[in-house]
């Protein structure tokens, strides 16, 4: 069973900005990709950022340059670096793994974004 376990999450103020972790209990070239998605109140779970195996990143639209997906493969991590977080940002973020038929899930860390 694979784990993942996020971190890096909290309270900031518009503008300013934050680097979410994922660590992974395999090796990362064991998933086909990783990513981050995100979930506020009274919303559906999003895609926020995803890298594939060969490294290949990927971002919604709404990211809009703000956000930057990166791993370090000897560790098994994954990261999230956000900047000029938004109000409209705040919301549990979650780290997922993927392999065929099965995608894993981290228990998220909560980004506030608040004056």
């Known amino acids: 069973q694979v784990q993942l376990v996020e971190s890096g999450g909290g309270l900031v103020q518009p503008g300013e900005s934050l680097r979410l972790s994922c660590a992974a209990s395999?090796?990362?070239?064991?998933?086909?990709?990783m990513g981050w998605y995100r979930q506020a109140p009274g919303k559906e779970r999003e895609l926020v950022a995803r890298i594939t195996n060969s490294g290949t990143a990927m971002y919604a639209d709404f990211v809009q340059g703000r956000f930057t997906i990166s791993r370090d493969i000897p560790k098994n991590m994954i990261y999230l670096q956000m900047n000029g977080l938004k109000p409209e940002d705040t919301a549990v973020y979650y780290c997922?793994?993927?392999?065929?038929?099965?995608?894993?899930w981290g228990q998220g860390t909560q980004v506030t974004v608040a004056s």
């Open positions: 997922t793994s993927s392999v065929p038929r099965k995608d894993y």
């Open positions: 395999a090796s990362i070239f064991s998933f086909s990709h």
